[in-house]
Each structure stands twice: as structure tokens, then as C-alpha cells.
């Protein structure tokens, strides 16, 4: 009688995802990825309710801010905020961010 042992291990669902993540997608979308996830936390809710990151390319975040006034509130506080981002984050990734009126709905 030829029995056959089944050897088939379970995988979560996220193991998956971030393999196919990490050989379909750019690098730079998953540091987007992860920029996005620790957004809120970096900088605290006051801002993350008027200031939304949009794009990251070559150490440059750009950031969608809800009015002129916080843009002008935001350039005081560039290094601090970059500084907290690429601590969160444990990599230096950002170098640089610009501040643009935009939409920060998502």
C-alpha cells in the first residue's frame, strides 16, 4: 500500500505578501510603505491631520499640507521631523522633505 505523507507546511498570508512585495515592487515603494505606517506616530496627530507624505524618491519626501500656514509651521520643524521619520523607520531614508499643498485625505 503506497501511502503518501502529507509535508505541506502552513504559510501566513503576510509572509507571502511581503516576499511578492519584495521581488515585484520597488524598493522605493516599500520604504513609501513604511513610511506611511509609522506616519502618524513620527509626527504626532496634530500634524498628521494637516500633513500627509505623498512621494519618496532618492531621500526626497514629498508632503501634501493642508494650507500655506502649515507649510510655513512645518519648514521650522523639517529636521525634527526627518530625524523622527528615519528613527522610526531604523534606516536613514530621508534626507530631505518638501512641503506642498495637497490633498492629505486618503
Not at 14 to 25: F, G, M, N, P, V
Not at 42 to 70: C, E, H, Q, Y
Not at 90 to 105: D, V
Amino acid at each position: 500500500m503506497n501511502t503518501k505523507k502529507n509535508d505541506h507546511k502552513m504559510i501566513h498570508i503576510s509572509d507571502i505578501l511581503k516576499t511578492a512585495l519584495e521581488k515585484y515592487r520597488p524598493a522605493k515603494d516599500t520604504e513609501m510603505t513604511r513610511i506611511w505606517d509609522i506616519w502618524d506616530t513620527a509626527v504626532g496627530r496634530p500634524i498628521a491631520m494637516n500633513a500627509k507624505p505623498d512621494t519618496f524618491k532618492d531621500g526626497v519626501l514629498i508632503v501634501n499640507v493642508s494650507s500655506s500656514s502649515w507649510i510655513h509651521q512645518l519648514k521650522f520643524l523639517e529636521k525634527q521631523i526627518i530625524s523622527n521619520i528615519n528613527q522610526h523607520v531604523g534606516a536613514c531614508l530621508i534626507r530631505q522633505i518638501r512641503f506642498k499643498i495637497g490633498n492629505i485625505h486618503s
